[in-house]
């Protein structure tokens, strides 16, 4: 130990100051030890000094090819270009980007090669529902819930970057990709008290349901496509190719038709093609609610569709 810190160890009883020096000491020896993480973090990955974050795979709800979210933390002072994308046990992974969806305009999701993405100077590139994202194509092995697949990032500059990507349901995705469960607590506590002080309410007022859904399918342009009944005979049906899904045939669904299959295929939309964009505005609760509506209109009597 070095002599000034021996000087001020609490055990030092010769100090008429003990409890002041107890506590610089203590302050000392934590800025040592902070030191050195930031330093092993910062060797951690590439000499570039960016690292990979929150990597998940997410196994699809019907027959795409499972999808691919992360996020890479550049701590350099100059962008970076990618270069490649490659997980273990997949021959390829193909960089999707889609656009929001707009009600009355066709949305398709496009193939961009990674060489046009870019980290930015100290800045943050994420894969996310709704954004950019990855499909892993023609998996050499099956995946397997819980495990963890090696996601490398090769980078213009001849870097490299690495780490692992969980496979999770797409139920626990915006737990995955959200904040630390530390830091989650700690923004939870500070809405609570902001809350408090404000007289502002805090959290859902209810769980999903099945009325929060049909409001949402009205308010979100659903029927617009689906048709106000889900006969998929809405005003913009006539301009989509292929037409949106008739919601009340359960043989017509392109992906899986239980409540958590059709909330994912809300948030992910028809990944590889299609007119079903992505809903990744909406939180998770909001999509189990319109899940729930999708499945009482099969559910319900209806006026006969006036889809030709």
Known sequence: MHPRLRACAPGNRALSRRSACSVAYYLVVAG???????????????????????????PSAGTAPPTLYFAVRHRGEAPLALEAITVDGAARVAVYAQHQHEVGVPVASAEVPAWQL??????VLRFAPGAIHGMLLELQRPLTMGETRRLTIRL?????????????????????????????????????????????????????????GRALYLANGCASCHGPEGHGDGPVAKTLTPPPRDLRDVTAFK?????????????????????????AHLDAASRQSLALY?????LSPSTPSTRP
């Open 255 to 279: 992906n899986r038709t239980d409540p958590a299959s059709i909330a994912q295929t809300i948030a992910e939309g028809i990944v590889g093609g299609g007119a079903m964009p992505r809903f």
């Open 118 to 123: 870019w980290l930015p100077a100290y800045g």
């Open 156 to 212: 213009a500059n001849g870097d490299s970057v690495s780490g692992d990507a969980r496979v999770v349901a797409y139920a626990d995705v915006d737990d995955a990709l959200s904040p630390s469960p530390r830091l989650r607590r700690l923004l939870a506590a500070g809405g609570r008290i902001a809350a408090t002080l404000t007289g502002a309410p805090t959290g859902r007022a209810s769980a999903p349901s099945v009325e929060e």
């Open 294 to 298: 999708v499945v009482a209109l099969r």
């Open 32 to 58: 040592a030890v902070s030191a050195c993480v930031v330093a092993a973090s910062a060797c951690g990955d590439a000499g570039s000094g960016a690292r990979v974050e929150r990597a998940v795979i997410v």
